[in-house]
C-alpha cells in the first residue's frame, strides 16, 4: 500500500509538470482564429480602410506614412488617395486627364512655389496665393473690369474689345485645374536702382505647368495678346478671368458683386475673390492719373494650348 502511494505520488508529479510545461506554451503562443490556416491570404490590414483613412490627411501627413515601412508606403503613394487629396484641399472637380502623378501635382500646388520664383526673381517683391479654380472650356475672358460685359462681339479685334468694353477673348485655353496668384513686381522696364514703380499682376497657371519640360527649360515664353491705358483716374487695380462657358452663372455672380469683397475705399490692402470658374483681384487706389494694362499668355510651343495667363497693371 504504501509503494502504491509512493508511486501514486510520483506519477501525481509528473501529471503536474506536464500540466505546468504545457501551460506555460500556451501562455507564449498568440491566440489564432481558426478559420486561418498557415497559408491563409487573410490580412489584418485590409487595404482599402488604410486606403480611405489616407484620404483623411494632407500631403505632408501622408509621407509620413509613407516613411513608416514599406506596407505603408505602397499604400500612401497610391495615385488614387493623392487624387482625392489633390482635389480635396483645392475644392475643384475632377478633370478628364492629367499628364502627370497626382502626388507630383499635389507638390507643383502646394511647395509655396509661383512663377516668378523661376522667372524674374529680381523684379518680385511680393506676393498672395488666391487658389484654385476650373476651366471647364478653351475659352477665357480677361478683363480690367469687374461689372457683367454683357454681350461681346467675339469677332472684334482684341485692341477693339479692350477699348471698348476693358476685356478680350483668349481662346485654345488647356482645360483643366488652374491655379491663380496676386503678384508685385518692379516696374518690368526700368532700371532696379532708379526706379520705385511697381506692376500689380494676376497670375494664373494650369496645374501641371511646372512639370513641363517646355517650362522648365525656358523655351515657353510669354506673349502679350494687348495693352491699353485708362488715361483717367481709376479707383483700383482690377484683373478677373473668367471661363466664357461659365459666365453666367450663379457662382461666378459673386465676382461682379463688386462692394461684398473689394473693401472700403480706405482699405488699400489687395483682396481677391474666387469661385468655381473664376478669380479677380482688386486693389483700391489713391490719387493717380490712370494704369497701363497688359495682357500676356504663355502656350506650351508654338501653336500649342495656353498654360499661363497674366494680367498686369501699373500706374502712369
Given at each position: 500500500m504504501g509503494k502504491r502511494q509512493q508511486n501514486g505520488s510520483s506519477e501525481e508529479e509528473r501529471m503536474g509538470k506536464r500540466m505546468r510545461r504545457s501551460k506555460a506554451i500556451c501562455s507564449c503562443s498568440s491566440p489564432r482564429p481558426p478559420f486561418l490556416t498557415a497559408h491563409s491570404t487573410f490580412s489584418w490590414y485590409e487595404e482599402d480602410v488604410w486606403t480611405e483613412i489616407a484620404k483623411f490627411l494632407d500631403g505632408k501627413s501622408l509621407m509620413m506614412l509613407a516613411a513608416t515601412n514599406r506596407w505603408f508606403h505602397r499604400v500612401a503613394m497610391?495615385?488614387?488617395?493623392?487624387?482625392?487629396?489633390c482635389l480635396r484641399d483645392l475644392q475643384i472637380p475632377a478633370p478628364e486627364h492629367v499628364a502627370f502623378k497626382w502626388n507630383k501635382l499635389y507638390t507643383s500646388a502646394f511647395d509655396g512655389s509661383h512663377s516668378y520664383m523661376f522667372r524674374q526673381?529680381?523684379?518680385?517683391?511680393?506676393?498672395m496665393r488666391i487658389g484654385a479654380f476650373f476651366f471647364d472650356s478653351s475659352v477665357a475672358l480677361l478683363s480690367e473690369r469687374l461689372n457683367f460685359p454683357g454681350k461681346i462681339r467675339i469677332e472684334d479685334t482684341s485692341k477693339k474689345m479692350l477699348q471698348s468694353y476693358g476685356c478680350c477673348v483668349l481662346d485654345n485655353v488647356k482645360p483643366g485645374i488652374w491655379i491663380a496668384d496676386l503678384q508685385l513686381v518692379r516696374c518690368p522696364v526700368c532700371d532696379l536702382n532708379t526706379c520705385d514703380g511697381t506692376m500689380q499682376t494676376i497670375d494664373a497657371r494650369h496645374i501641371e505647368l511646372f512639370l513641363c519640360e517646355g517650362y522648365q527649360n525656358n523655351i515657353w515664353e510669354y506673349e502679350l495678346i494687348g495693352s491699353h491705358d485708362v488715361k483717367k483716374r481709376a479707383d483700383g487695380a482690377c484683373g478677373a478671368i473668367f471661363d466664357v462657358r461659365h459666365l453666367k452663372d450663379s457662382s461666378t455672380a459673386a465676382v461682379f458683386d463688386f462692394k461684398s469683397w473689394a473693401g472700403k475705399p480706405t482699405d488699400w490692402q489687395p483682396k481677391a475673390m474666387i469661385t468655381l470658374h473664376a478669380v479677380a483681384v482688386n486693389?483700391?487706389?489713391?490719387?493717380?492719373?490712370?494704369?497701363?494694362?497688359?495682357?500676356q499668355a504663355m502656350r506650351a510651343g508654338t501653336d500649342g494650348e495656353v498654360v499661363s495667363i497674366r494680367i498686369s497693371q501699373q500706374l502712369l
Open positions: 497610391e495615385d488614387i488617395v493623392w487624387k482625392f487629396v526673381p529680381e523684379k518680385h517683391i511680393d506676393w486693389t483700391n487706389l489713391q490719387e493717380n492719373e490712370g494704369l497701363h494694362v497688359k495682357y
